[in-house]
């Protein structure tokens, strides 16, 4: 089992910043893929960012399109954790972030383990 906590959500005005975090357990987690995801009211879920380990310590990053170039995923395997940082925030940033683990590192991601998320609020 992997249980994964967020953290850092909150409220800020566009064009701010926020990063949010995701502690995860597990005795490997620095092979985990990792993933953040976001769900808006009346929306299903989309990707957002992730991260996967291709092979000793080098780590491919993937965005969607709609955050690419203001989001940044990073992770610190030595804390277990990987972070997202968010800037130039949008109104339509808005959303429940939730972070996921796929310990098989499989390829498409298959995310087994999902946190509960963390509530990000950007106001216009």
């Known amino acids: 089992q992997v249980q994964l906590v967020e953290s850092g959500g909150g409220l800020v005005q566009a064009g701010g910043s926020l990063r949010l975090s995701c502690a995860a357990s597990g005795r490997t987690f620095s092979s985990y893929t990792m993933g953040w995801f976001r769900q808006a009211p009346g929306k299903e879920r989309e990707f957002v960012a992730a991260?996967?380990?291709?092979?000793?310590?080098?780590?491919?990053?993937y965005y969607a399109d709609s955050v690419k170039g203001r989001f940044t995923i990073s992770r610190d395997n030595a804390k277990n954790t990987v972070y997202l940082q968010m800037d130039s925030l949008k109104p339509e940033d808005t959303a429940v972030y939730v972070c996921a683990a796929d310990p098989g590192a499989g390829s498409p991601p298959q995310y087994d383990y999902w946190g509960q998320g963390t509530q990000v609020t950007v106001s216009s």
């Open positions: 991260i996967r380990r291709s092979g000793g310590i080098t780590y491919y990053k």
